[in-house]
């Protein structure tokens, strides 16, 4: 069991019995008040009870080089720009995968099966299929587009997979 909330549009926090885990989605940045302090970027990490894959997608660049004898093409260096890659996160909190993306369409494929996603994206939505969307951002326009209403709650509180909705749902947190 786990709770997820939300203080403003750009973060997600994750609670469990154990630890407290926000999301920065904007500064691909997780606080966990470890001792180490806040984590940045990919990697796959553990904290407590909640897994965590932080998968970087954006701007990826190839680059061929030439070889020295006579220009033969090497393979492809590929590297981000960090000035236009970002972090999101599929997070695992007993048996029940979470989404974290804000308003990225990039790297989708990479999160795999989501019950929950916490998106501001419509074609997102769309794409991963969640059971249950966490809206971030601009709601309005998203419910109007997947012609659905949304529900407000303060904090969602998750028992595991088996109770998440059948059909989509689309909560706001506030």
């Known amino acids: 069991m786990f709770d997820i909330e939300s203080k403003n549009p750009d973060e997600i926090t994750i609670t469990t019995k154990k630890t407290a885990v926000t999301f ?8 966990a008040n470890l001792k180490v302090g806040k984590i940045q970027g990919p990697g796959e990490f553990e904290i407590g009870d909640v897994s965590i894959r932080a998968l970087g997608v954006g701007a ?14 090497v393979s ?4 981000f720009d960090a000035g236009e890659a970002r972090t999101i996160y599929d997070v695992e909190v007993g048996g029940v995968h979470v989404g974290i993306i804000g308003g990225c369409e990039e ?16 074609r997102a939505v769309r794409e991963v299929e969640p059971k249950l969307v966490v809206a971030m951002g601009n709601v309005d326009g998203m419910v109007t587009d997947l012609k659905l209403s949304a529900r407000t709650e303060k904090k969602l509180k998750i028992k595991n997979a088996d109770s998440l909705p059948l059909a989509l749902e689309v909560v706001v947190l506030n």
């Open 24 to 31: 920065n989605v904007s500064q691909g940045m997780i606080d």
């Open 60 to 73: 990826q660049s190839a680059n061929k080089e030439q070889a020295g004898d006579g220009g033969a093409e």
């Open 76 to 79: 492809p260096v590929v590297a």
């Open 107 to 122: 790297g989708l494929d990479e999160l795999g099966m989501v019950g929950i996603l916490c998106t501001s994206s419509v």
